[in-house]
Nanobody, 121 residues
Framework: QVQLVESGGGLVQPGGSLRLACLASGIGSSFTVMGWYRQAPGKERELVATITGAGSVRSAYYADSVKGRFTISRDGAKNTVYLQMNSVKPEDTAVYYC????????????WGQGTQVAVSS
């Protein structure tokens, strides 16, 4: 059974840092694309970042709103994808979801349950 389990959310002050992790169990090492999405209250779910490929050849994509502040990475040995969040802003407050798919394109096959991130002083 494939599962994506997020962790690392919490309350952080503006300008602070947080690292989210998503553990993929089952066939985690087979995922071609893994990504992070977020959904703020009253807003639609939006793409934050994706990482494509495994091993030494990988490419990353970032939404403009997080570019230069967030970093996505993947540890194939641990079947885990991370989202390092630096210089966070109140507008980063949202539930963050991990997603994974087997193919380079198309809908995501699996989603996590989400982890709450709140940025507030």
């Amino acid at each position: 059974q494939v599962q994506l389990v997020e962790s690392g959310g919490g309350l952080v002050q503006p300008g602070g840092s947080l690292r989210l992790a998503c553990l993929a169990s089952g066939i985690g090492s087979s995922f071609t694309v893994m990504g992070w999405y977020r959904q703020a209250p009253g807003k639609e779910r939006e793409l934050v970042a994706t990482i494509t490929g495994a091993g030494s050849v990988r490419s990353a994509y970032y939404a403009d709103s997080v570019k230069g502040r967030f970093t996505i990475s993947r540890d194939g040995a641990k079947n885990t994808v991370y989202l390092q969040m630096n210089s966070v802003k109140p507008e980063d407050t949202a539930v963050y979801y991990c997603a994974a798919r087997l193919l380079y394109q198309g809908p995501y096959d699996y989603w996590g349950q989400g982890t709450q991130v709140a940025v507030s002083s």
